[in-house]
C-alpha cells in the first residue's frame, strides 16, 4: 500500500530550465508535506516543506505547489543548476497519528541537471 | 557542532546472523528514528525512541528491535537476517513532537549486505 507516490523515477533537464517533480498521495489525514534531496553516499537533507492550510510555499529557487483536491504536490526548480542533480524524496505525515518523526516516503525521483 | 553519526557505515551478515547499528543523534535532539531504505525505494519507518522507549513502530516484525540509551543514542538489533534485510538503514534525529515539520535531520546510514 503506497501511501505516497513518485511515478517519475527520473527526470532530465538543461542547466537554466525549470524542473518539476511530481507526487502523489493518498491518505487525506496527511497534513504535512515535506520534500527531501539526497546525493550519493550522504543521507537525506531537508528541502522545503507545506502544511495542508497552504497551497504554495517557496524558498528561494524552491516552489512546493499543493493540491489537495487532487492529492498532489509538486516541487518546482527554478532555475535549475548542475548542483540539484540528486534524488528527491516527497514525504508526508498525519500529526493526529504522530508524535513526530514518522515520515511516509515516495520511491524518489532522480534529477539529473545538464549544463 | 555534529550532526546525526551512524556507525558502521558498510558490513556484510550472512543470513540468520544477528547485526547492531548505532547512532548518536545530532547534538540537542533527544528523539531518534530509525529508517530501512531498499535499492531504489524511499525510506521506510521501522521504529522511533523517546525517553528510552518506543514510541512508534512501522509495519517490521519483532526481529527489528531497539534501543535508546540515557544520553539519547541509539542502536538497531536486526535478528535471524534475511536477504531481503539488505538495505541501507537510516538513523534520523529530532527534538521529540518536532520530526514530521522539517526538523527531521538524517545520517549518512549503514548499508548492510546480508549474503
Known amino acids: 500500500d503506497q501511501q505516497v507516490k513518485q511515478n517519475s523515477p527520473s527526470l532530465s533537464v538543461q542547466e537554466g530550465r525549470i524542473s518539476i517533480l511530481n507526487c502523489d498521495y493518498t491518505n487525506s489525514m496527511f497534513d504535512y508535506f515535506l520534500w527531501y534531496k539526497k546525493y550519493p553516499a550522504e543521507g537525506p537533507t531537508f528541502l522545503i516543506s507545506?502544511?495542508?492550510?497552504?497551497d504554495k510555499n517557496e524558498d528561494g529557487r524552491f516552489t512546493v505547489f499543493l493540491n489537495k483536491s487532487a492529492k498532489h504536490l509538486s516541487l518546482h526548480i527554478v532555475p535549475s543548476q548542475p548542483g540539484d542533480s540528486a534524488v528527491y524524496f516527497c514525504a508526508a505525515s498525519a500529526s493526529i497519528y504522530n508524535q513526530g518523526g514518522k515520515l511516509i516516503f515516495g520511491q524518489g525521483t532522480e534529477l539529473s541537471v545538464k549544463p | 557542532d555534529a550532526g546525526v553519526t551512524q556507525s558502521p557505515t558498510h558490513l556484510i551478515k550472512t543470513r540468520g546472523q544477528q547485526v547492531t547499528l548505532r547512532c548518536s543523534p545530532k547534538?540537542?535532539?533527544?528523539?531518534v528514528s530509525w529508517y530501512q531504505q531498499a535499492l531504489g525505494q524511499g525510506p521506510q519507518f521501522i521504529f522511533q525512541y523517546y525517553e528510552e522507549e518506543e514510541r512508534q513502530r512501522g509495519n517490521f516484525p519483532d526481529r527489528f528491535s531497539g534501543h535508546q540509551f540515557p544520553n539519547y543514542s541509539s542502536e538497531l538489533n536486526v535478528n535471524a537476517l534475511l536477504l531481503g534485510d539488505s538495505a541501507l538503514y537510516l538513523c534520523?534525529?529530532?527534538?521529540f513532537g518536532r520530526g514530521d515539520t522539517g526538523e527531521l535531520f538524517f545520517g549518512e546510514g549503514s548499508r548492510l549486505t546480508v549474503l
Open positions: 534520523a534525529s529530532s527534538l
Open positions: 547534538s540537542g535532539h533527544d528523539t
Open positions: 507545506i502544511s495542508s492550510i497552504k
